[in-house]
Structures are given as C-alpha cells and as structure tokens.
C-alpha cells in the first residue's frame, strides 16, 4: 500500500516561483532516496533533482540547477521541490519517486501520479 502523492502545481508565469510536494504513505521511506521526474506529452521521463536518504545529498538536471532546490522533511515523510525562476520550457507533469539509490535514471522503485506545472509566457 506504499503510495506518493503530488500535490501544489498550478498555472505560474514565466519568472514566477511555485512548490510542489509529495507525500508518502503505506511505509516509511526514511531510508530511500526521493527524486523528482517530469515528462511532456511526446516525451521521454526525464530526471529533475533527487536527494539522498540522509538529505546530504543531492542531484540536479543542468536544466534546473540554481533555480530549483530538492529537500525533504523525514518525520512529515515529505519531499519538496521549491522552484523559482520557471521558464515556458518547465511545463511538464511532474513526477515523485523513491528508490533504494540516489541515481539520475528513471528506473526508481516507486512512483506518484503526477502533478501538472504549467509556466505561461
């Protein structure tokens, strides 16, 4: 019964700043790496941020560095993804997940449904 779910996206214009959230439930994923995917129609999942177990760690795409920051709150068994500066271009569903290993691909062991981040011009 282990399950994510997204929450927080929204229409924002291009500049803006918007934070987006996954809560997990069903178990603890205290020590499980959290991560962030997002994908548009037409294309391949792509990997966002990620951070490790111990939130000591993190992983950035070169797309988002400097304006995105990945974090997670253990005890609320959260993980956010505050973004600033969004472009056009960040339009995208975005997908929480959670696997054993901080990596950049997309094979992660558990997955939400998605949150939908439209960036206006």
């Known amino acids: 019964q282990a399950q994510l779910v997204e929450s927080g996206g929204g229409l924002v214009q291009a500049g803006g700043s918007l934070r987006i959230s996954c809560a997990a439930s069903?178990?603890?994923?205290?020590?499980?790496?959290m991560g962030w995917f997002r994908q548009a129609p037409g294309k391949e999942r792509e990997f966002v941020a990620a951070?490790?177990?111990?939130?000591?760690?993190?992983l950035y795409a070169d797309s988002v560095k400097g304006r995105f920051t990945i974090s997670r709150d253990t005890a609320k068994n959260t993980v956010y993804l505050p973004m600033n500066s969004l472009k056009p271009g960040d339009t995208d569903v975005y997908y929480c997940?959670?696997?054993?290993?901080?990596?950049?691909?997309?094979?992660?062991?558990?997955w939400g449904k998605g949150t939908l981040v439209t960036v206006s011009s």
């Open positions: 951070i490790s177990w111990s939130g000591r760690a993190t």
């Open positions: 997940a959670a696997h054993t290993m901080l990596v950049r691909t997309t094979a992660w062991t558990y």
């Open positions: 069903g178990r603890t994923f205290s020590s499980y790496a």
